[in-house]
Nanobody, 125 residues
Framework: QLQLVESGGGLVQPGGSLRLSCAASGFTLDYYTIGWFRQAPGKEREGVSCISSGGGSTNYADSVKGRFTISRDNAKNTVYLQMNSLKPEDTAIYYC??????????????????WGQGTQVTVSS
């Protein structure tokens, strides 16, 4: 079965950190650009970050720049989103998505091939 599976979400206090993982099964991520998205209750889904298939290019939403870092380990067929200095407004369900494509330009508008089921991140004291 071809799928993406996110993990690593949870409850964390403001200022804390989490690392999300996006693991692929049934296919290799080597040639896929990966986007991370999030959706908070009552809000539209928004793009958070993207990493190109080769890993050489990354994009970040302004709201997470300097706090989040995206990376990939193709040997483990996994993409990561390291989230530091978390704020209550980061609370959302986080999704990863994969597209057979090279690059991150305009990643928020891609028609992705695969989506994960999402992982909940809650930032609260």
């Amino acid at each position: 079965q071809l799928q993406l599976v996110e993990s690593g979400g949870g409850l964390v206090q403001p200022g804390g950190s989490l690392r999300l993982s996006c693991a692929a099964s049934g296919f290799t991520l080597d040639y896929y650009t990966i986007g991370w998205f999030r959706q908070a209750p009552g809000k539209e889904r928004e793009g958070v970050s993207c990493i190109s298939s080769g890993g050489g290019s990354t994009n970040y939403a302004d709201s997470v720049k300097g706090r989040f870092t995206i990376s990939r380990d193709n040997a483990k067929n996994t993409v990561y989103l390291q989230m530091n200095s978390l704020k209550p407004e980061d609370t959302a369900i986080y999704y990863c998505a994969a597209l057979l494509h090279c690059c991150c330009s305009d990643y928020v508008h891609f028609q992705y091939d695969y989506w994960g089921q999402g992982t909940q991140v809650t930032v609260s004291s």
